[in-house]
Nanobody, 125 residues
């Protein structure tokens, strides 16, 4: 079965950086679009960034544009999210998702059948 395992979450001071990783198994990683989502306490899960199968196309939520960078290494079946200049409002559980269905926006939670368990990012000021 498909497994997505996130790592890299931590407690970090505002202005700092983190790199999240998501390692995938059980799917043809090279063929699928991937994305990062996040969910803060009491809020709905929201799309952060997405990337197409070969990394040529990326998209970012307005709130993270210019601070976060999504990338992938298809040889390692791994998705990354480099997060710089972190803000307290970036505090959330971060999830990776795989396998965007046709007809869905790449930051729509409904578009992904496969999800990881999440990794906690906490930014303190």
């Amino acid at each position: 079965q498909v497994q997505l395992v996130e790592s890299g979450g931590a407690l970090v001071q505002a202005g700092g950086s983190l790199r999240l990783s998501c390692t995938a198994s059980g799917l043809n990683f090279n063929d699928v679009a991937m994305a990062w989502f996040r969910q803060a306490p009491g809020k709905e899960r929201e799309g952060v960034s997405c990337i197409n199968w070969n990394g040529a196309n990326t998209y970012y939520a307005t709130s993270v544009k210019g601070r976060f960078t999504i990338s992938r290494d298809n040889a390692k079946n791994t998705l990354y999210l480099q997060m710089d200049n972190l803000l307290p409002e970036d505090t959330a559980v971060y999830y990776c998702a795989a396998g965007l269905r046709l007809g869905y926006n790449c930051l729509d939670t409904r578009g992904y059948p496969h999800w990881g368990q999440g990794t906690q990012v906490t930014v303190f000021s």
